[in-house]
C-alpha cells in the first residue's frame, strides 16, 4: 500500500473535526476560496459551502413624492422588516463574498410601494432603468441617477469599500422589454439576460462578513433627486454571491484575536 506522503502530496489535505479530507485543486479563485476558508475553519466544525446573500430596499413605501439620494441595506437576519426574496445572515454565521449583482426589482402590487409576500416573490430583476416597465416609467431618469453613484461597505469601524461605481452593474442587452424585436413583429414581454447572474462583478478583494458586527452597505447617489413610484413597487437588490461558513461567527473572532497577537 502506498504510504500517506505518496497518495497525498503536502498540503493537499484540510484537517477537519471528524478527520482530513481531500482538497480539491484550486483551478479557479472560487475554489481557492473555497479551500481557504476549509482550511480556516474545518478543524472547528465549521460547514463552508456554497450560498449567497440577497438585499432588498424599497425605493418608496407609498405613493408619496420622496427623494433619493443614500439607500442602505439591512444584511443581518435580525434587522428591520425582511421582505420575502431576501435572504440575510444569521448571527451565528459569517459569509466570505466572491462576486456581487445590483439589480432593479419592480413587481406590481394593490398598494403602491407596499408589497405582500406575495407580490414581492412575483418580482422581476432588471439590469437597467427600462422606461418601459410600468414599475419604472417617468422615473428611469431619477434610477439612472443610481447608477451614476457608488456602492460603499463598511464593517463596525472600518471601511472596507470606499467606492465601487454603480456603472460597473449595468447591463443592456440586445433585447429589450417593450420594444419591437423586430418590424413587424412582436413587443418583447422580457429583456436580455445573457449570463448566469447577468449583471454581477468579481468582489476584489475578497471580503468575509460576520453576522456579530455592524454591516453597513450603501449606495450613494451624485445628489438627492425627486422620486415618485409611478405602480406597484420597485426595490434596489443586492445580490452577493460566495461561501456561507456556517457557525463561524464566533471562531472568526477568535481567529483575529490571534492574528493580532
Not at 74 to 79: A, E, F, I, P, R
Amino acid at each position: 500500500m502506498m504510504n500517506r506522503q505518496r497518495l497525498f502530496r503536502k498540503g493537499s489535505q484540510i484537517e477537519a473535526l471528524g478527520g482530513n479530507i481531500v482538497a480539491a485543486k484550486a483551478f479557479s479563485r472560487k475554489q481557492a476560496v473555497f479551500n481557504e476558508k476549509a482550511q480556516q475553519y474545518a478543524r472547528q466544525g465549521v460547514i463552508t459551502t456554497p450560498g449567497y446573500l440577497r438585499l432588498e430596499t424599497l425605493l418608496a413605501t407609498s405613493a408619496a413624492a420622496t427623494s433619493l439620494n443614500t439607500i442602505t441595506f439591512n444584511t443581518l437576519d435580525t434587522s428591520g422588516t425582511k421582505q420575502a426574496t431576501e435572504r440575510r445572515l444569521k448571527l451565528s454565521d459569517t459569509f466570505t463574498i466572491t462576486n456581487a449583482s445590483f439589480y432593479i426589482g419592480t413587481g406590481a402590487s394593490a398598494a403602491i410601494g407596499a408589497p405582500t409576500s406575495v407580490e414581492n416573490a412575483r418580482e422581476q430583476l432588471h439590469t437597467f432603468p427600462n422606461i418601459a416597465v410600468a414599475e419604472i416609467a417617468a422615473q428611469s431618469p431619477q434610477i439612472e441617477a443610481v447608477y451614476n453613484g457608488f456602492l460603499s461597505l463598511r464593517i463596525d469601524t472600518t471601511t472596507f469599500l470606499d467606492s465601487i461605481p454603480m456603472r460597473q452593474f449595468y447591463r443592456v442587452g440586445d433585447v429589450q422589454q417593450g420594444t419591437i424585436t423586430a418590424t413587424g413583429g412582436n413587443v418583447a414581454n422580457k429583456s436580455s439576460w445573457l449570463s448566469s447572474m447577468y449583471g454581477s462583478t468579481p468582489m476584489l478583494p475578497t471580503i468575509e462578513l460576520n453576522g456579530q458586527s455592524n454591516i453597513e452597505w450603501s449606495i450613494t447617489l451624485p445628489t438627492s433627486v425627486p422620486y415618485t413610484q409611478p405602480a406597484g413597487f420597485t426595490n434596489a437588490v443586492l445580490i452577493l454571491e460566495g461561501f456561507l461558513n456556517q457557525g463561524a461567527a464566533s471562531v472568526q473572532r477568535n481567529v483575529q484575536k490571534v492574528l493580532r497577537g
